[in-house]
């Protein structure tokens, strides 16, 4: 990545984290349970057999919310495990977030010894994938390693930004790695930005 495009992301990065964390704990709440619940409506989350999510950190959106209603509907959950020696990162199944633990960067994560889950550009799964703010071509900035968009090259379901409406920009600088999400769900409505 050239050092303007990553200069530009850290600028964006360190604002939008500013203000995300200003954000009033009962309006996130709120935002919270109106995304999670058009999530849960999905036609993919119907159709997906696992469900990908992420412990969330920094005032993310709390899709831990839907786990039980997707426990309930059949779904196996997984949740990412980052490995910084070689800068990838896999997904570990857990019957239960309480199955987390510790791990790289403080964020909680599968043991190491749960069953792995393999991506394949055959399987109708779904991904929340975690960011900072997206921008309306589904675009994000997240937090600077690449894990996301490197595992979403072999990732052939659907990929999914929760993001609240303040945080959806119009445009947002990108480089030649960098994965768009298939859908964004925001407070007020889900769309597709392709």
């Given amino acids: 990545m050239n050092t303007g495009l990553k200069f530009e992301k850290a600028r964006i990065r360190e604002a939008m984290l500013a203000q995300r964390l200003d954000v009033p704990e009962e309006l996130r709440r ?49 949740f990412p495990r980052c490995h910084p020696e070689t800068s990838t990162m896999t997904y570990g199944i857990v019957s239960s977030p309480h199955d987390l633990t510790e791990g790289a960067y403080g964020i909680l994560e599968p043991r190491p010894d749960a069953e792995v889950y393999c991506p394949a550009p055959d399987k109708h799964d779904i991904c929340v994938v975690p960011a900072v703010c ?15 968009d490197r595992f979403l090259q072999s990732f052939g379901g659907t990929s999914v ?9 119009d ?3 990108r480089g030649r790695y960098d994965r768009a999400v298939d859908l964004i769900i925001t407070e007020k409505g889900v769309f597709s930005p392709k």
């Fill in 30 to 78: 709120e935002a919270d349970a109106a995304m999670v619940n058009r999530f849960l409506h999905l036609v993919s989350f119907r159709f997906a057999e696992v469900i990908l999510l992420y412990a969330p950190i920094k005032a993310e959106p709390n899709v831990l919310l839907c786990c039980d209603a997707a426990l309930k509907a059949g779904k196996r959950l997984a």
């Fill in 134 to 148: 997206f921008d309306r071509k589904g675009y994000r900035i997240g937090y600077g390693k690449g894990y996301y």
């Fill in 161 to 169: 930004g929760f993001c609240l409406s303040r945080f959806l920009c």
């Fill in 171 to 173: 445009s947002l600088p």
